[in-house]
């Protein structure tokens, strides 16, 4: 008969990274010929798509025109959190104002002049650049008195390596100055977005080895069916056994792997497993 233990947040050994959780058995126990599986995994969609390390995926830059040939390149570091393409976007406009880069219409709404734009019907992002004034449009308010340039141009986005497959586009990937033309630039997405990194996470186990599998120590894995920040509820329709290294134990160390196999940040301590250990010779 398969026994059963349930790990919480209770048993998270890091609670700055919340990927390792320790079982200690209320005594020790030997097991020879058992295998163990997970039953169900609730947990949150809360780890990074966006962070200075292990990611390395948190810049990127854009080019202002202060006046003929004099130009500046704007940094934009996104601090460590999970993002959909609006909230980079949103990040990017909040950038522009730090640094004065907008001007305000007759509405009194912001005008910026690049966004990125989430294009559902082709699965792309788009990056889009509008030109800039030699002279203060009817109506419009510079409120950060930003100098306006002897030729119009569009901003300069420029993706580094890494945060480019954010946005589907290859690594150094520049728009257009567009000097002097005055129209709008639309560049689309080359790959698919990679907007979340680690769209499936591994869950290993200390005791198992499982001969399939690299490393040896995956147990189960999840893929997240739900919004960000929504629960994860996993029950798997049949329980998928691993055997257990035979000899006696005190504790299993269970931990969260990103797809690139490397421990995961969960920002989101609230997580339950339960798993099943049973004898290889039971009949479930």
């Known amino acids: 008969m398969p026994q059963t233990i349930v ?30 599986a997970v039953n169900s995994l609730t947990m949150y969609y809360a780890w990074t798509n966006i962070n200075s390390a292990p990611l390395t995926n948190n810049t990127f830059s854009y080019t202002w ?29 909040y950038v522009f104002i730090q640094n004065g880069h907008y001007l305000v219409d007759s509405n009194g ?21 509008y030109p800039f ?15 306006f340039p002897a030729s119009t141009f569009n901003p300069v986005i420029t993706l580094p390596a890494n945060f480019n497959s954010i946005l ?21 997405s080359t790959t698919a977005p990679q907007v979340q990194p680690n769209p499936v996470i591994f869950l290993t186990c200390s005791g198992i080895s499982n001969k399939y599998a690299t490393p040896s120590s995956i147990l189960h894995s999840t893929t997240p069916t739900v919004g960000l920040g929504e629960i994860i509820d996993d029950k798997p329709n049949e329980k998928s056994y691993t055997n257990l290294v035979d000899g006696t134990y005190n504790e299993l160390t ?9 421990p995961i940040t969960i920002l989101d301590p609230a997580i339950t497993i339960m798993l099943s250990i049973k004898q290889n010779d039971d009949n479930e």
């Open 7 to 36: 790990l919480n947040k209770n048993n998270i050994s890091d609670t700055t990274t919340n990927n390792t959780l320790i079982y200690k058995f209320p005594n020790s126990v030997t097991f020879k010929n058992n295998s163990i």
């Open 254 to 262: 269970f931990k969260f792997l990103g797809s690139d196999l490397t």
């Open 65 to 93: 025109e202060n006046a003929i040939n004099t130009q500046t390149t704007n940094t934009v570091t996104i601090p460590n959190g999970l993002y959909e393409v609006s909230d980079i976007n949103f990040y990017l406009q």
């Open 133 to 147: 004034p030699t002279s203060l449009p009817s109506g419009y308010t510079n409120p950060a008195s930003v100098p």
């Open 109 to 129: 709404d912001n005008v910026y002049y690049a966004e990125f734009i989430l294009n559902p019907t082709s699965y792309s992002v788009n990056i889009v650049t």
């Open 168 to 188: 589907g586009f290859t690594a150094g990937f520049a728009t257009a100055r567009n000097l002097g033309v005055g129209t709008t630039l639309t560049n689309s």
